[in-house]
């Protein structure tokens, strides 16, 4: 039994020892530096260049004069034009219907016979006037008084017949004002009335929008006004050009206009600051131009404001934007080093930087995580070159490694 145990434990160490020996003879592996994995970045070489500052807005298409037409006399409509309808285009001046004139045309005939026989009254005072101051001058001594000359009644029979002008001019002007007219270029936006329909003076009978220009009304935030120049009342001349873009018929159609004025004042609900753009003939109706498309009352734009020029700007991606103020610069072509800058305008995709940086520098665009100075990073189109030397190093160790076996 003893000699049992005796033999197996020799047989353990045996084992042992040849375990050990073994992996002492092992060859070590060679020592390989630790692989730091470079962030993959795309850069900008940036030039400066000059720029002209746009100030996006929005905004629905308006007419300049809205206006709602009113019958001025009274009466029973009993003729309507055919361009009296909702939609059509009428001129200045065009008659959009009549209002039955007979009482107007009789009241204008009386006011003429009253004229008459008040200047027939007239001529009888005066001519009455020259006789008393005849017969004066042949029994009379020093000067006659007003009352000898009859010069109270003169003047009575005068004032007769200016009373009686007024009168004539008034019955003019109604009749006239049987034909409700255009009081501009317009459209008919909406009409009240129709034939037959009795009117009384101050009836509302249409809605016309003028056609000659059309505005839209821009809210700008105040920090925007600093890269625009508001049109100023005293400089017509200065007036921004503003490029409408609105969707007609399903397709997206460009129109362009001009900043016309400010409205003067912030407004209080949303702190912001009116501009006003106006567009000429917006219907095409003067210019006749072809293949344009008509720009609508209604139609909500997007409009694109020209601003001041600038020169010598930087532009970037606003991605390439650190902690408000800093770009990113490869140096090395494989290291990071963090630049401040001095920002002239930002926007929702780029920046502009006004100094901080030189042509030539090379920006990272590619938005890089907690970068630092010194950082190691690789430029896109490089990495291929760089795979082939690690492939190659590779290569070589592992062939030393076979060669030492």
Known sequence: MTKRILVGAAILVA???????????????????????AIVVDTKAVEAQ??????????PVLPVENSTLV??????????????????FVEKGEVLFTIDPANYVANMRSAEAALAQAQANYQDAKARTEQARKDWK??????????????????????????????????????????????????IQSKMVGLGQFVNVGSQVATVYGTEYAEVRLPVPDQE???????????????????????????EQIWFGKLVRTEGVVEQTNRLTYLV?????????????????????????????????????IALPRQALYFGNTVL????????RLQEVTLARTEANTIYIDSGLQSGDEVIVTPVHNPVNGMKVQKVGTQAKSGSANSNDTALNTSADTAKQ
């Open 15 to 37: 084992t042992i020892v040849i375990i050990v020996g073994l992996v002492s003879m092992k060859p070590e592996p060679p020592k390989k530096k630790p692989f730091v994995q």
């Open 50 to 59: 000059d720029v002209q500052f746009i100030v996006d807005s929005q905004g």
């Open 71 to 88: 019958a001025e006399v009274s009466g029973r409509i009993t003729d309507v034009s055919d361009n009296f309808r909702v939609g059509a």
């Open 138 to 187: 042949k029994i009379g001594k020093g000067e006659p008084s007003d009352l000898v000359l009859r010069l109270p009644q003169l003047k009575q029979a005068e004032a007769a017949v200016q009373s009686a002008e007024a009168d004539l001019m008034r019955a003019r002007r109604d009749l006239d004002r049987t034909k409700v007219k255009a009081n501009f270029d317009a459209l």
């Open 225 to 251: 006004l600093a890269f625009l120049d508001v049109p100023d009342i005293d400089n017509p001349q200065q007036q921004p050009a503003v490029r409408l873009v609105g969707t007609y018929a399903g397709k």
């Open 277 to 313: 753009a106006q567009i000429e003939d917006p219907y095409n109706l003067e210019n006749k131009r072809d293949n344009s498309t008509p720009l609508r009352f209604g139609t909500f734009v997007r409009a694109e404001i020209a601003g001041k020029e600038r020169e010598g700007l």
């Open 329 to 336: 610069i490869l140096e090395n072509e494989s290291e990071v």
